[in-house]
């Protein structure tokens, strides 16, 4: 079986509760990280700070991931820990308005929040035990992400080349898949290797971000 079809079929009960919670984004409370990615200016701070958005988005995954994939039921910090999660997901999304403006930080959680609603199709395919329909959910998610890759590359196509954008991309949710499945089949010392290839992964990314964003608007960054 592929990684892709395997990563689907095990994040099922991870991503279960991700149609109920899917509503929390437009209602989340923003958080310290909100205004971390803005133009302060200072070429270093936004480089740690885009940084700190992205440690977080993969920090919270893991902790859904810890939390939901237990033998029986979901840890207690389950609903919280996804409220948090889709949270990221928004500030991520509001970061890049002083850049690109209102539209397109709303346009990127539109994408996001889309990546998650993929995921209850996965659900619903599953509980059919249909699993041609599983594999096109899977399949969706993967050209949800080629999505966002697109976006971000005709934001600032220069700096984020689109094929650079969607192999990031690819292989940030290749990684994720690899952890949560090493989490459910018991492998927890593969699982914690596959997070540290996650973390060094989603860095490489936000370096690329940060660093596209000073070079298309250096007016911006003045140290």
Do not use: C
Not at 59 to 88: C, M, Y
Not at 151 to 157: D, K, R
């Amino acid at each position: 079986m592929s990684i892709r079809k395997l990563g689907a079929v095990a994040l099922i009960p991870l991503i279960a509760v991700f149609s109920i919670a899917a509503g929390v984004v437009a209602t989340a409370p923003a958080h310290a990280d909100a205004h971390g990615a803005s133009a302060s200016g200072n070429k270093s701070a936004f480089h740690d700070a885009m940084r700190k958005l992205w440690e977080d988005h993969i920090i919270w995954t893991r902790q859904f991931i810890v939390s939901a994939a237990t033998e029986k039921d979901n840890l207690p910090d389950t609903g919280p820990t996804v409220d948090r999660l889709l949270a990221n997901q928004t500030v991520i999304g509001n970061a890049i308005k002083p850049f690109y403006g209102d539209a397109a930080g709303d346009q990127l959680t539109a994408l996001l929040r889309e990546h998650i609603l993929t995921a209850a199709d996965i659900v619903a395919a599953a509980k059919a035990g249909d699993d041609d329909a599983v594999a096109a959910a899977a399949a969706k998610w993967y050209a949800n992400a080629d999505e966002i890759a697109t976006f971000l590359s005709e934001a600032n196509p220069k700096h984020w080349p689109l094929e650079e954008m969607k192999a990031h991309m690819k292989s940030h949710l290749d990684l994720t898949l690899e952890e949560a499945v090493a989490r459910l089949e018991g492998r927890f010392v593969d699982d914690i290797a596959a997070y540290d290839k996650v973390h060094a992964d989603i860095l490489e990314m936000a370096d690329m971000l940060s660093a596209g964003i000073i070079a298309q608007f250096p007016s911006a960054f003045a140290r």
